[in-house]
């Protein structure tokens, strides 16, 4: 069965400094999917950044990059120029390219950003 | 394109009794899937359907239930409520199982 760990439950970060949360997981897959959720109070969860396993490069999305090491089975997030906003749970996930729309999800990191 | 909208956002239910919660995906999207929020236990994935039919299955008893509607609409039951059943319902929508978006999901209080 295929897991997926978050080994930091809290992480800080200043205002406009740049944070790297981390990710590990667990499969014997070798194709599949990876995600980083944001859930801010309003629990409303929202897709940050998704990355192809059969994908070489590593994918961006504005402030938000990703350090995937598919042979290390890590996948890292990293957030530039953080923002008061970014402040929030991010979730590490998981999802087959086989078992259709399961996703795994690691148990979180709270992300508190300093003024 | 309007989001995940679920409803109702809130409820409170005796042990015992049973519970619906609906789930109307982003429109052109055919996979719904339910996930179970708790401090304890953290996101656990409950079931997927696409195109009415149940593709996926988490690992919850049988109280727990599921169907989806010809317009993709999807609702979840659960019943004979427990108190452990208090939870963050999350119902997430996706256009061929890939990528999912999420809604704002069902706070379940179980007294």
């Known amino acids: 069965a295929q897991t997926v760990t978050q080994s930091q439950p809290e992480m800080s970060v200043q205002e406009a400094e740049t944070v790297t949360l981390s990710c590990t997981y667990d499969?014997?897959?070798?194709?599949?999917?990876l995600f980083w959720y944001k859930q801010p109070p309003s629990r409303q969860m929202i897709l940050v950044i998704r990355q192809e396993a059969y994908k070489q490069q590593n994918a961006t999305e504005n402030r938000f990059s990703v350090n995937f090491q598919k042979a290390a089975k890590s996948f890292s997030l990293k957030i530039s120029d953080s923002q008061l906003g970014d402040a929030a749970m991010y979730f590490c996930a998981y999802r087959s390219a086989i078992m259709g729309g399961k996703l795994i999800f690691g148990q979180g990191t709270e992300l508190s950003v300093k003024p | 394109k309007a989001g995940v909208t679920q409803t109702p956002r809130y409820l409170i239910k005796t042990r015992g009794q049973q519970v619906t919660l609906s789930c109307s995906p982003i429109s052109g999207h055919r996979s719904v899937s339910w996930y179970q929020q708790t401090p304890g236990q953290g996101l656990q994935f409950l079931f997927e359907?696409?195109?009415?039919?149940?593709?996926n299955k988490g690992n919850f008893p049988g109280r727990f239930s599921g169907r989806q509607f010809s317009n993709s609409r999807s609702e979840m039951n659960v019943s004979t409520l427990e108190l452990g059943d208090s939870a963050l319902y999350l119902c997430a929508s996706s256009p061929e199982s890939y990528e999912q978006y999420f809604g704002p999901g069902t706070r379940l209080t179980v007294t």
């Open positions: 359907y696409f195109s009415e039919t149940q593709r």
């Open positions: 499969t014997s897959e070798s194709d599949y999917y």
